[in-house]
C-alpha cells in the first residue's frame, strides 16, 4: 500500500499540471498570509465598527469593478494560451491588446459609475455619505489592475506558474508593508483607503517593468514586446473578446461578487434592525478567512485554464475528449476543500478571538457558513473552462442569469428575515446552484462519448 503510494505521488509530481497546481497552491498560502495579516491589522487599528464601513465601502468598489470586468482575465488566458500553443503570434498579440483596450475603457467607466453612485447610495442606505466617498476614491484603483492585466494573462497563458507565483506574493507584501505603515503612523480610515490607492499605483509600475524584463528572459514562450501591444491596442478589436467576457461574466460575478454582497446588504438591514456596521465588520472578518479556501480553488481554476488551451491549440486532441481530466480535478479540489474547510472550523473559532481581537469573536458564527460557500465553490472550478473552450457560452448566460437572481434574493431575503446570520447562510449556500452546471456538463461529455463509441 505504502509503496503503491509513492509511487502514485511519484508520477504525479513528474505531471507540469501537478506541479503548476502546487506551485499556485504555495502562491495562494502566501496571498492568503498577506491578506490575513492585512485584515488583522486594520482590524486591531480601525476597531469593528470602522471595520464595518472600510469592509462596506471596499466591496461597493469591488462590485462595480467585478461587474464590469467580470470574464475579461480568464477568457484572455483561455485564448493567449491557445494562440501560444499553436504558435500564432499575431492572435497572442492580438489578445494583448484587445485586453489591454477593453480593461482602460472599464476601468474608465467605473470609476464614473462609483463617483456618480456610491456616495449617493451610502447616504440614501446607510446614513454615511463618507462610506460613498472612500469606495468613488477606491474605483481609481481599477486603472492599475488594467496595466496589470497584459502580464498576468502573459504569465498564466504560457503556464509560467513560477513567474506568476513570485508576482502575486511580491505586491501582497507590498500591500501589507503598505498597512504597516499606516497603522505605525496612526492614520485612520482614510488612512487605510489611501494605503490601497498606492498599492494599485505600486502594481501598475510593477507590472510594466516586470513585462518588459521578461523580453530579456531565457522563458520558452516569451510575450509579445510592450511596444508592439501599444501600437496595436488603438485597432485592437474587442468585439470578440467582450462577447465572449460577458458570456461568461455572470458566472464570475455568483463566484466573486456574492461573497462580497453581505458586506454592502448587512449595514442596510442592521440599520433596519436597530444595528449598526458593527455585524458588517465581523461578517468582513469571516470572509477575509473565508477566502484562503476561495483562493485554493482559485489555484485550481488559474492551473487548468492554459492547461487546457495549450493542449488544444498544440495538439489534435479534440475538447470531447478531455472529460475525464475535468472530472477528475473537480472531485480533488472539492474535496481538498472540504477536508481543509473542516479542519479549519475550530481553528477560526479560536483565531477570531485571539488573533484579530474579541471584538472580533462574533465572527466565527458566520465562518462555517462562508467556509461551506467555498467548499461547494471548489466542486464546480471546472465550469468556467468547460464553458470557454466548449462554446457553449449563449446556454451558459441564460441559465447563469437565473441563477444568480435566484442568488441575490436568498441573500435578500435571508437579511430582511434573519439578519446578518440570514445573509451568511444564504451566501453560503448560494454557490451550491452551480450542481445544474456539473450535471449539464456531465451529460455534454457521456452524449459526446457516446457519438464517439457510435461512430
Given at each position: 500500500m505504502k509503496a503503491r503510494a509513492l509511487h502514485l505521488f511519484r508520477r504525479a509530481k513528474g505531471k507540469k499540471f501537478v506541479?503548476?497546481?502546487?506551485?499556485?497552491?504555495?502562491?495562494?498560502?502566501?496571498?492568503?498570509?498577506?491578506?490575513?495579516?492585512?485584515?488583522?491589522?486594520?482590524?486591531?487599528?480601525?476597531?469593528?465598527e470602522q471595520v464595518g464601513r472600510w469592509g462596506a465601502a471596499r466591496d461597493m468598489y469591488s462590485m462595480v469593478f467585478m461587474t464590469l470586468t467580470a470574464g475579461l482575465l480568464q477568457v484572455s488566458v483561455a485564448r493567449y494560451a491557445k494562440a501560444v500553443g499553436a504558435q500564432l503570434r499575431d492572435e497572442a498579440v492580438a489578445t494583448l491588446a484587445a485586453l489591454l483596450k477593453l480593461f482602460l475603457i472599464c476601468s474608465l467607466l467605473v470609476l464614473v459609475v462609483g463617483v456618480a453612485w456610491a456616495p449617493a447610495f451610502a447616504q440614501a442606505q446607510y446614513g454615511d455619505r463618507q462610506v460613498g466617498v472612500i469606495a468613488a476614491i477606491l474605483c481609481a484603483s481599477g486603472f492599475g489592475e488594467a496595466l496589470k492585466s497584459p502580464m498576468v494573462v502573459a504569465l498564466r497563458g504560457a503556464r509560467a506558474m513560477g513567474d506568476y507565483a513570485r508576482f502575486e506574493i511580491g505586491i501582497n507584501a507590498v500591500r501589507l508593508v503598505l498597512i504597516a505603515v499606516v497603522v505605525a503612523l496612526g492614520f485612520g480610515l482614510m488612512g487605510v483607503m489611501w494605503a490601497f490607492v498606492a498599492h494599485s499605483v505600486v502594481v501598475a509600475v510593477w507590472s510594466l517593468v516586470l513585462f518588459n524584463r521578461l523580453q530579456h528572459s531565457k522563458a520558452a514562450h516569451k510575450p509579445p514586446p510592450l511596444k508592439e501591444i501599444l501600437v496595436a491596442v488603438p485597432r485592437a478589436s474587442v468585439r470578440s473578446l467582450i462577447g465572449t467576457a460577458y458570456f461568461l461574466s455572470i458566472f464570475k460575478v455568483m463566484h466573486t461578487l456574492i461573497p462580497r454582497l453581505g458586506n454592502v446588504i448587512i449595514p442596510m438591514a442592521g440599520i433596519t434592525l436597530a444595528g449598526t456596521f458593527g455585524e458588517g465588520g465581523h461578517f468582513y472578518v469571516a470572509g477575509v478567512a473565508a477566502l484562503a479556501l476561495r483562493m485554493l480553488c482559485s489555484a485550481v481554476t488559474q492551473t487548468l485554464m492554459p492547461a487546457l488551451?495549450?493542449?488544444?491549440?498544440?495538439?489534435?486532441?479534440?475538447?470531447?475528449?478531455?472529460?475525464?481530466?475535468?472530472?477528475?480535478?473537480?472531485?480533488?479540489?472539492?474535496?481538498?476543500?472540504?477536508?481543509?474547510?473542516?479542519?479549519?472550523?475550530?481553528?477560526?473559532?479560536?483565531?477570531?478571538?485571539?488573533?484579530?481581537?474579541?471584538?472580533?469573536?462574533?465572527?466565527?458564527?458566520?465562518?462555517?457558513?462562508?467556509?461551506?460557500?467555498?467548499?461547494?465553490?471548489?466542486?464546480?472550478?471546472?465550469?468556467?473552462?468547460?464553458?470557454?473552450?466548449?462554446?457553449?457560452?449563449?446556454?451558459?448566460?441564460?441559465?447563469?442569469?437565473?441563477?444568480?437572481?435566484?442568488?441575490?434574493?436568498?441573500?435578500v431575503t435571508g437579511a430582511m428575515t434573519y439578519g446578518p446570520k440570514g445573509v451568511a447562510v444564504a451566501t453560503g449556500l448560494a454557490p451550491g446552484l452551480a450542481v445544474f452546471h456539473l450535471v449539464y456538463i456531465w451529460w455534454y461529455f457521456h452524449r459526446a462519448a457516446a457519438r464517439r463509441v457510435d461512430s
Open positions: 506541479r503548476d497546481t502546487a506551485v499556485m497552491q504555495l502562491a495562494s498560502l502566501m496571498t492568503v498570509i498577506a491578506y490575513a495579516g492585512t485584515s488583522v491589522m486594520i482590524s486591531r487599528h480601525l476597531g469593528n488551451g495549450l493542449r488544444l491549440g498544440g495538439t489534435d486532441t479534440p475538447f470531447e475528449a478531455m472529460g475525464h481530466l475535468i472530472f477528475k480535478v473537480t472531485l480533488v479540489s472539492g474535496l481538498c476543500v472540504l477536508v481543509v474547510a473542516a479542519i479549519s472550523i475550530p481553528v477560526m473559532n479560536v483565531a477570531f478571538h485571539l488573533v484579530w481581537g474579541p471584538d472580533f469573536a462574533e465572527a466565527a458564527e458566520f465562518y462555517p457558513w462562508l467556509a461551506l460557500g467555498a467548499v461547494l465553490t471548489a466542486f464546480s472550478v471546472a465550469v468556467e473552462p468547460f464553458y470557454i473552450y466548449s462554446g457553449k457560452m449563449s446556454f451558459a448566460l441564460r441559465q447563469n442569469i437565473v441563477l444568480f437572481l435566484v442568488s441575490v434574493t436568498m441573500i
